[in-house]
């Protein structure tokens, strides 16, 4: 009985607040605004000082007006290109394997946003181009990782280097929330990909892409053409 009663007191206690009323929301309120301009400042103090020198020191070129908030988890050494105007929200990984070529690449270009908890495993070439939107927790791979042979795997052996193929991104392009897009693929300029999908072969310009593995489900061209044909009336 004790113990019953105990626990309801417990579980009444986990439920309680500090009332907000009329008379102290003003000052709950401005505690809030102290607590977030807090956290920013923190946050930025950590950028500015430790996590973009350290970052920049890995980078072989970092354009102008580079954004980023936390520290990316980098593996391996490899040429890593940054463009201008790219901004890395969150935090992501980028691991690079030289056991197939000296210095394996990796390409962001100019205006793309990179969304948090994306990860870039590059054993020779992924290259990201203009104004692309990548979207959080999608993954990039120019390679397996492992080999198919179930005896090389055992035996702790890497992807053999003739099935390792570059990634090419265009320019403008989406990748939704959570794809993945294998070795050896293009994207086109302008292409979406849409959430979750397995991104396994070519995808031609202007398209939507969408699925496992992914398929195309719409075609973007006529859209674009009197797009671009409206901007240049």
Known sequence: MMREQLKTVVRWLLQRHLP?????????????????????????????????????????????????????????????????DVRLSGKSSFAFSSRHVASPELTVGSGTFIGHNCAFVVGREIRIGNHCLIAGGVRISDFDGHPINAVDRRNGLTTPSSEVAAVSIGDDVWVGHGAMVLKGVRIGDRAIVGARSVVTKDVPDDTIVAGNPARVVKSLAPAAVSLFSEEAA
């Open 20 to 84: 907000v009323t009329k008379v102290n929301r003003p000052v709950v309120a401005g505690l809030y605004r102290s607590h977030v301009a807090a956290r920013e400042l923190i946050a930025w103090t950590a950028r500015f000082f430790w996590y973009e020198p350290l970052f920049r020191s890995q980078c072989d070129r970092v354009g102008q007006r580079f954004l980023m908030e936390q520290l990316p988890y980098l593996i391996g050494r490899g040429t890593l290109v940054i463009g201008d």
